[in-house]
């Protein structure tokens, strides 16, 4: 069963974007997953942790109410494509991983990937310009008509993912004297200095 999501709001996530690509497919089918198992976009206290920082993460914010303004839009850079979506108010959550073979086989991945590098750079001819507009749309209709089973494996997650954020005092840098999150400060020569001040200083960074 393809997409549910109403093509109205579709358009909306790519004009937000900027554009359309199968990343951004990727992060509306998500979305789409966590209204169907936790109605997430009308939760009081949602949650999406996310393991990447692919275009997927636009359509989160835009169809799911998490965003990083907010503190409920976590990113860790583990460089995988896995998202948890936690509902506080209900201590009901899961993780879904998305399954990249459905998409492309690795050798059309490959031969994708390196037409991108062309067109990226400015270097492929007006066939290929073509051909790499021709597969993008291609992927983009797959992820888009497929079924959320056949786009993602999902495990249930019963707390949550990351500790509700704090608020925190705000500390002089006493270098730049500008003001640092005190979680953010480092201690150095006896000066209490930001993190960039801090990486002036010491050497072994």
């Known amino acids: 069963m393809g997409c549910t999501i109403d093509q109205n709001l579709i358009d909306k996530t790519i004009e937000f974007h900027g554009h359309s690509c199968p990343g951004l497919a990727i992060g509306i089918r998500l979305a789409e997953l966590a209204i169907e198992r936790l109605d997430i976009a009308n939760s009081p206290s949602p949650l999406c942790v996310a393991e990447t920082d692919m275009c997927a993460l636009d359509a989160v ?107 925190l005092a705000s500390i002089e840098c006493q270098a730049c ?14 000066k209490d200095l930001c993190i960039p001040c801090f990486m002036e200083q010491e050497q072994k960074i």
Do not use: W
């Open 177 to 190: 004297h500008e003001m640092v999150m005190e979680s953010r400060i480092r201690r150095f020569a006896g």
């Open 61 to 167: 914010q835009f169809l799911t109410g998490c965003t990083y303004g907010k503190g409920n839009l976590v990113h860790k850079d583990y460089g995988k494509s896995g998202f948890t979506f936690f509902d506080r108010s209900r201590g009901k959550g899961f993780r879904a991983v998305f399954i990249k073979k459905l998409q492309q086989s690795d050798q059309e991945r490959d031969r994708m990937l390196s037409l991108m590098e062309k067109v990226m750079k400015g270097k492929a001819t007006q066939e290929e310009n073509r051909s790499y507009q021709d597969q993008r749309a291609q992927s983009i209709q797959s992820i888009m008509d497929a079924g959320l089973n056949d786009l993602f494996t999902v495990e249930e997650v019963v707390k949550p993912p990351v500790r509700p954020a704090k608020v």
